[in-house]
Structure formats: C-alpha cells, structure tokens
C-alpha cells in the first residue's frame, strides 16, 4: 500500500523560504500528479500545487507566484518551495496523491502533515 | 474557484442518533457526459490528515462503515451518519474536484456529542 513521508524545517524566518519534500514508498510514481495542501491552525484545507514524474506542475492561483514544485523521480520524492513567507504561511503541509491516476480526483494517501510556524 | 459552504459549522448529536452535514457549491459540479458528481467527503481527527470516506457523491471508500452516505447532485450535497458513534467525532470536509485549479474545499463542519 503506498505511503507518503514527509519532511522539512518546522520554523523559518519571516520573508525566508519554506522547504518541504515528500518521498513516496510502495507504489507506483508515474502516472500521478503529486499535490500539496496547507491547513493553517483550527482552519480548512487549501490546494497548493501539484507535479507529474516528468515535472509537469499546476499552482493554486492565489499562490503562484511564490510556490515552487519540483520533482525528482529517480527517488520517488517531490518538494514545495514556498518564498518570501509571513505569519499567514503558518499551517500544517500535507502531501497527498489522488485515489486514482490522473487529474480531477480526490485525494488518498495523505502524508502524516509538517507544522511549519514562520516566527522571527 | 468553485466556492464550497458547509453548513452547520458545527452540530452535536446524541449517540445512535442521525447527523446531517450539507455542502453547498457556487457553481455545479455535476459533468454531464458522464452524469457524475466530482464531489468528495472527508473527515479528520486531530493531528491526522483528512481520510477519505466518500467520493463521486455517494460511493463510499472501501473500509468506511456503513454508516456513512453521501448524497446530493448538481450544487447541493449531503453527508449523513446514520446512527452516531464516539470515534465519528471529527471535523467534515466537501471537496469538489470538477475545477482543479484550484481544487476546493468547504470550511468544515465540527461534529460532537451531544
């Protein structure tokens, strides 16, 4: 059964960069696109972005201009980079992958999510 | 962006009793061609990541109890726990997935113990 793992620094500096990536185990990689999500505190879900295997990438509008997502399929990993953060990028990330190959499609797995605090 | 509003906010029910969560969509979500609902329903407890009860609607994931349904078509959908159980308390989300960019989500419903 596939699994999603996570990882990244938990606290960065306001106007720095987030990092996060996400390593996929037990399942295929190609012929999905890989997504990241955020939740901020005792708040819902908002769609980040996605990748495909061969780097293909989708931004949730509202943040295309400070995200980036990268792939490397040669380890089955694909990250988030989020630029010139404020207090309001304080959230939990998640990665998650459709149910089914493809777009257009609901979500499982999910990975086990990263708080991610942007404090000075 | 297809806007999601779930309504209530938050509802508490008595064990064994029936809890009703709706999910309103601005636009529908409905695809004629293939005359499905891109709409999900998900539920999450605290520190864990959304778990995925149903999807097209009204097909239940494999696993999920019974109990659980979806329900609803065009721009108006419903999620209903046909008799309360502790573990289902949690916080309920609708997803549509008609539009993906962005997909969305309703802002969640908290369900309790009455």
């Known amino acids: 059964q596939v699994q999603l793992q996570q990882w990244g620094a938990g606290l960065v500096k306001p106007s720095e960069t987030l990092s996060l990536t996400c390593a996929v185990y037990?399942?295929?990689?190609?012929?999905?696109?890989w997504n990241w999500f955020r939740q901020p505190p005792g708040k819902g879900l908002e769609w980040i972005g996605e990748i495909n295997h061969s780097g293909t990438t989708n931004y949730n509008p509202s943040l295309k201009s400070r995200v980036t997502i990268s792939v490397d399929a040669s380890k089955n990993q694909f990250s988030l980079r989020l630029t010139s953060v404020t207090a309001a990028d304080t959230a939990v990330y998640y990665c998650?992958?459709?149910?089914?190959?493809?777009?257009?499609?609901?979500?499982?797995?999910w990975g086990q999510g990263t708080l991610v605090t942007v404090s000075s | 962006d297809i806007v999601m509003t779930q309504s209530p906010d938050s509802l508490a029910v008595s064990l064994g009793e029936r809890a009703t969560i709706n999910c309103k969509s601005s636009?529908?979500?409905?695809?004629?061609?293939?005359?499905?609902?891109?709409l999900a329903w998900y539920q999450q407890k605290p520190g864990q990541p959304p778990k995925l009860l149903i999807y097209w609607a009204s097909t239940r994931e494999s696993g999920v109890p019974d109990r659980f349904s979806g329900s609803g078509s065009g721009t108006d959908f419903t999620l209903t726990i046909s008799s309360l159980q502790a573990e289902d308390v949690a916080v309920y989300y609708c997803q549509q997935y008609y539009s993906t960019l962005p997909y969305t989500f309703g802002q969640g419903t908290k369900l309790e113990i009455k």
């Open positions: 636009q529908s979500v409905l695809y004629t061609s293939n005359n499905k609902n891109y």
């Open positions: 037990d399942g295929p990689f190609s012929g999905y696109y």
């Open positions: 998650a992958r459709p149910a089914v190959a493809g777009r257009g499609r609901w979500f499982d797995p």
